[in-house]
């Protein structure tokens, strides 16, 4: 082992064992993990709990709409947003006020940037009110009022416990395999993306030429 100055003579033992060893490698330091399955059953009680305190409504809250993420690089994918936006709650004809005391989200900072996702939250709203049931506010005759649901329905009603309430649905990334036709066999890509830089580069100079012959032409 050749070293270039004066310097200290290598005395290096490489003697790592348990205890002397950096980072999560240590053994002294390691963390065990034996509480596993009994933090696995607290979530599940607490997840039971908060069901039972939540019942009869959904035990995932409120109702959110789907969303697009931001940036390119998301934005294909649906997520659900905070609350739906008030032109949303119009087109599906409920008043702002009443939707957030019957469990929907509202969100009144939000816009709405395409019919599309527009349509597909309306939709989700219209489906959540076709299934929707509402209780009385109190055991007696009187209590009863205007929308509520009839008390012969409201006996065994089950508890909604998805995550999401009315579940995203995701679109199949899986493409049927099928025999090539013999129009896609004729057609070059290359040519096609070829044709179209080539038309992109020249497109000034063309337009350039045109209006110089309709200037001379008039």
């Known amino acids: 082992m050749g070293h270039g100055g004066n310097n200290v003579v290598p005395n290096v033992h490489f003697r790592k064992v348990n205890g002397m060893q950096a980072g999560r490698k240590n053994r002294v330091m390691m963390r065990t993990w034996l509480d596993q399955a009994g933090r696995k059953k607290r ?10 305190k939540l019942f009869p409504r959904p035990a995932a809250g409120l109702l959110r709409p789907v969303v ?3 940036t390119q690089r998301y934005n294909m994918k649906l997520r659900l947003g905070k609350g739906f936006t008030l032109d949303e709650l119009k087109e599906a004809k409920i008043p702002r006020k009443f939707a957030k005391t019957i469990g929907i989200a509202v ?5 709405n940037r395409c019919s599309e996702s527009l349509q597909a939250n309306v939709e989700r709203l219209k489906l959540y ?3 929707l049931l509402l209780f009385p506010k109190k055991s007696g005759t009187k209590s009863v009022k205007k929308g509520d649901t009839p008390r012969s329905e409201l006996k ?4 909604n416990t998805l995550k999401e309430i009315i579940p995203v649905a995701k679109a199949s990334t899986e493409i049927e395999a099928r025999a090539i036709t013999a129009d896609e066999k004729e057609k070059s890509a290359y040519k096609a993306l070829k044709k179209a830089r080539t038309n992109k580069h020249f497109l000034g100079a063309k337009m ?3 209006k110089a012959a309709a200037a001379k032409d008039a």
């Not at 979530?43 to 039972?52: G, L, T, W, Y």
């Not at 065994?156 to 508890?159: F, R």
């Open 156 to 159: 065994d009603v089950a508890q």
């Open 107 to 111: 969100d009144h900072r939000r816009r």
């Open 208 to 210: 350039k030429k045109e």
């Open 43 to 52: 979530r599940s009680n607490n997840r039971k709990a908060k069901a039972a």
């Open 68 to 70: 697009h993420p931001p």
């Open 129 to 131: 009110m076709s299934k």
